[in-house]
């Protein structure tokens, strides 16, 4: 063949005879993207991704099928180009239904992978699943044992009977103390200063370590752990089972600097000074008051102060009576830890009904299986003292109004109305807020929060990010901040690295399911959580949840509906879509819905994901030599089918492994598929 000489992008290359431009441009390492094109078959040129421009030409040109010629000038990255390709994408995209990532994944504030962890226990691989929890959030143990699984609330096994247990397989994989080692990454030289110690504190400081950067943490209490620690009682988190974690981030090279407040010790602005980098993560550690006549008395506690004091100084509540004020998860261990330190009665005060409280349904029915008395539409209007102390609370009795603009009831009062109760103690855990000692230059809320940029974590100072319960919507749960944090170190190592702070949320391909779609699911009820007696765990600290065993967490993981695309982190289409910034929901009307079919021998076939490449007919007739595959119907209902005899089907699997988009993919007996990176 005849040599020829071109130029692609300005740049004069070689090619030979017969090559297209597209063999041309790759042999020369000049990236052409295309969906309809593999070397094992012959061109065709139906995705139209692969389009460029020739200097001369007014239209523009399939790469995949044009062949290279002497003297051309070809241009592949051109406005035109890039609207092309756009607009062939959201064409594609706008027929192409599916899920690219698990609704559970999604609901995750940290972005875990549960669909693939689940999976992953499911087939007794725990050591990978413990891995791949670690990638992106270093605290399995402990949220496995306190989250409230967002994840759950949006998982679709709920359309059949109930959802995956996701938390408790969290917890069951780290509890299986696989063999993991946190490495650090190369050392770079820069420093940064974490202030809090707590969920978000310590995320961030695994994830700059892995970055390879020098981390100090520094914390106003004794050790390190924050609201894991001083804020949860060890009866739903052991303190063995999250200073190992600690340890673990510990043995990366984490400094950790206790009993250092800033503020008071250490202020912020030498540790700007001192440091490349800071991340505030100092939670919110001020209890909401009560606002009412009397909180100012010997016996009235913040919920968070409360909890606090039992792991420094063990207080005794035998005889005593304690109201509790709050219904979030705080008043409900608030109100459990009370009846284990010997309280005579502990009653627990909401304004609203019990179906409303915020706190875990769980939570309730343990704190009432251990005799905590609910007193239900009651608000507290005085803290009644005598001699300096509480004696008693005067509560308002409540009822629900006239819904609102968003149809929920408010409480008022039923004029007139009140109770009092006699109790000795009132612990109010109504909310929580941030302390701004020493943080005085930074830019705080109206609410009194940080301000910091909702998707850089950057503050108002240079170099200076804040995450977690202290930030702008104030309190949440952890993992909320553990998402933030691990995002955050990111981006503070992008500042390091003096990179343009920018994000973009990718574009994800999702669905809605209703009931009617998993009609024949075979129904499999939701594991139980082993747990003690409420007569044997009322009178101490010990854990209640025993955790699964394997045989219960292999089962319990198998009953996940797999809800992820499986091809995600291969899939060309969801890779080229966000390369492109796609906006398909443009091109509105008809959009197929069809069945999931089990038709080609050894593959699973997704005709909605179809973008009709034509690779899998090309592959089946030109290597296998099979001809199955075929093209049925004409137009927008045409439809990749087994057209042949399928008894011609040599099972090998050529026509899913050249699919770019996941509408085949192989099966694996016996075992969950998985979509996982770099697999």
């Known amino acids: 063949m005849s040599e020829i000489r071109l130029t692609i992008n300005g740049r004069e290359v070689t090619g030979k005879e017969g090559q297209t431009i597209l063999e041309v441009a790759r042999a020369h390492g000049i990236g052409i993207p295309t969906l309809c094109h593999d070397e094992q078959v012959e061109m065709v040129g139906s995705c ?99 989250c409230p699984h967002p994840c759950e609330d949006a998982c679709r096994r709920e359309l059949v009977e109930e959802p995956v247990s996701i938390m408790a397989l969290k917890q069951f994989i780290a509890d299986q103390n696989p063999a993991f080692t946190a490495k650090a990454g190369p050392a770079t030289g820069k420093k940064t200063a974490i202030i809090g110690g707590g969920p978000g504190g310590l995320t961030a400081a695994y994830f700059l370590r892995a970055h390879g950067h020098g981390v100090t943490v520094f914390d106003a209490m004794p050790q390190m752990g924050g609201m894991l620690r001083y804020g949860i009682p060890e009866y739903r988190l052991p303190k063995a089972v999250l200073q190992k974690e600690i340890d673990l981030i510990g043995s990366m090279g984490t400094e950790y600097r206790n009993n250092v407040k800033i503020g008071r010790e250490l202020s912020l602005d030498s540790l700007r000074k001192d440091y490349d980098a800071v991340i505030i993560a100092a939670g919110a550690w001020t209890s909401v008051s009560l606002r009412c006549p009397g909180e100012e008395l010997d016996g009235v506690l913040g919920g968070i102060d409360f909890l606090r004091e039992i792991d420094l100084n063990d207080p005794v509540f035998k005889g005593h009576k304690v109201a509790v004020v709050g219904g979030g998860n705080t008043a409900m261990d608030a109100c459990r830890t009370a009846v284990r330190l010997g309280a005579d009665a502990v009653y627990n005060i909401y304004r609203r009904t019990k179906n409303e409280m915020p706190a875990e349904e769980i939570e309730i029915t343990e704190a009432e299986e251990e005799g905590v008395i609910f007193k239900n539409l009651t608000n507290p209007i005085e803290v009644i003292g005598e001699n300096g102390k509480v004696k008693a609370v005067r509560l308002q009795i409540m009822e629900l109004g006239e819904p609102d603009a968003s149809g929920r009831r408010s409480p008022v009062a039923i004029p007139g109305k009140e109770e009092t109760i006699e109790v000795d103690f009132v612990i109010v855990a109504i909310g929580q807020k941030l302390n701004p000692l020493g943080l005085e230059d930074v830019t705080l809320t109206k609410w009194g929060t940080i301000a910091a940029d909702e998707h850089t974590y950057l503050t108002n100072l240079d170099g ?91 089962r319990e993981a198998s009953r996940c509906l797999e809800c992820g695309c499986l091809d995600y982190f291969d899939c060309k289409l969801i890779d080229y879509a966000n390369q492109y910034a796609v906006q398909p929901e443009k091109y509105t009307g008809k959009v197929h819905c069809r069945a999931v079919e089990d038709d080609i021998p050894g593959v699973t076939r997704n005709p909605d994901k179809c973008i009709l490449c034509g690779l899998c007919v090309r592959v089946c007739d030109e290597v296998a030599e099979a001809g199955v595959l075929g093209f049925v119907n004409r137009g927008f209902d045409t439809v990749v089918l087994p057209a042949g005899n399928c008894e011609e089907c040599g099972d090998c699997g050529k026509c899913a492994d050249i699919c770019p988009t996941g509408a085949l993919i192989l099966k694996t007996p016996g075992k969950k598929q998985i979509p996982l990176q770099n697999q």
């Open 48 to 146: 139209g991704i692969c389009v460029v421009e020739a200097e001369g030409s007014p239209r523009l040109l399939r790469s995949c099928s044009i062949m290279a010629a002497n003297g051309m000038a070809i241009h592949t990255d051109t406005e035109r180009i890039r609207q092309s390709r756009k607009t062939t994408l959201e064409l594609l995209l706008s027929d192409h239904t599916g899920d690219c990532r698990a609704p559970c994944t999604l609901a995750c504030p940290a972005q875990t992978d549960c669909q693939g962890y689940v999976g992953l226990v499911a087939n007794g691989e725990y050591e990978k699943a413990y891995k791949l929890i670690m990638e992106k959030m270093p605290l399995p143990a402990s949220i496995g044992r306190v």
């Open 464 to 554: 200076v990010f804040a995450i977690g319960d202290a930030t702008n919507d104030g309190a949440g749960i952890a993992i909320t901040a553990i998402g933030e944090a691990k995002r955050a170190a990111d981006m503070a190592d992008r500042y390091l690295n003096g990179e343009t702070l920018t994000t973009q949320a990718p574009y994800l391909v999702k669905t809605d399911k209703t009931a009617e779609d998993f009609a024949g699911t075979e129904r499999s009820s939701r594991a139980k959580m082993p747990h003690r007696s409420p007569s044997e765990r009322r009178g101490d600290f010990g854990e209640i949840n025993l955790g699964f065993s394997e045989e219960e967490a292999k």
